[in-house]
């Protein structure tokens, strides 16, 4: 089976960077993606990594380290509507398409 | 462009009535997933289907839950005789291809079971 742990809560400053961690256990990993998801609303897609290292778009980055079952989503220059739920997911080849889904991160970004 | 849609937004039902919720995926994508959202919770996997073919039906939760999508375009999932831990946002989503990076979700239909 697959487990994907998240931190459950966050807090951070507008202005500030945060780093959202995400681990997993699977071992037919396809791909590891992050969505936000404001209150209410449907998630977004934000990154995908299927390959080790860094992507980077924009103000979001996302890390991946297969080795060691390791990704991160760091969020730069915070703004308050960036106040949402952070889901991070994995593709299992074993699986097809679907993904699994962490608990998500709630992120609180304060003034 | 139109996104994914869902009806109703929003349902209430009576414990053992029946509900049926229907998903308009973005025209053209021939893979259709629905999810379950606990309050709180990520959303977790019920069923997948490519185009009308349903590929993958290992997370629907009991016999009472059921999918179609009989032309390939719009989905309804059924769910009978709602219990109360039925209650949560049923989400879709859809992707173009048949190996996609990119699920594009649908606002969700809440259900609550009284």
């Known amino acids: 089976g697959q487990n994907i742990d998240q931190p459950t809560e966050m807090t951070a400053t507008e202005g500030a960077i945060v780093q959202i961690n995400c681990t997993y256990q699977?071992?037919?990993?396809?791909?590891l993606f992050w969505y936000q998801q404001h209150a209410g609303e449907a998630p977004t897609f934000l990154s995908y990594?299927?390959?080790?290292g860094l992507e980077e778009k924009g103000r979001f980055s996302s890390f991946l380290s297969r080795s060691k079952g390791y990704s991160y989503l760091l969020l730069k220059e915070l703004q308050m509507k960036d106040s949402a739920s952070y889901l991070c997911?994995?593709?299992?080849?074993?699986?097809?398409?679907?993904?699994?889904f962490g608990p998500g991160t709630r992120l609180s970004v304060l003034p | 462009g139109a996104g994914v849609s869902q009806s109703p937004r929003y349902k209430v039902a009576k414990r053992g009535q029946d509900v049926a919720l229907r998903c308009d995926p973005i025209?053209?994508?021939?893979?259709l997933f629905w999810y379950q959202q606990a309050l709180g919770q990520g959303p977790e996997f019920l069923t997948y289907?490519?185009?009308?073919?349903?590929?993958?039906k290992s997370g629907l939760p009991s016999d009472r839950f059921f999918a179609e999508r009989p032309e390939g375009s719009v989905s309804t999932l059924k769910i009978q005789r709602t219990q109360q831990e039925d209650s949560a946002v049923y989400l879709c989503?859809?992707?173009?291809?048949?190996?996609?990076?990119?699920?594009?979700f649908g606002p969700g239909t809440r259900l609550t079971v009284t």
């Open positions: 989503a859809s992707s173009r291809g048949l190996v996609d990076n990119e699920q594009y």
């Open positions: 699977t071992s037919g990993f396809n791909g």
């Open positions: 990594n299927v390959l080790d």
């Open positions: 997911a994995v593709r299992d080849r074993r699986r097809g398409q679907n993904f699994v």
């Open positions: 025209s053209g994508h021939v893979s």
């Open positions: 289907f490519q185009n009308e073919a349903q590929l993958d």
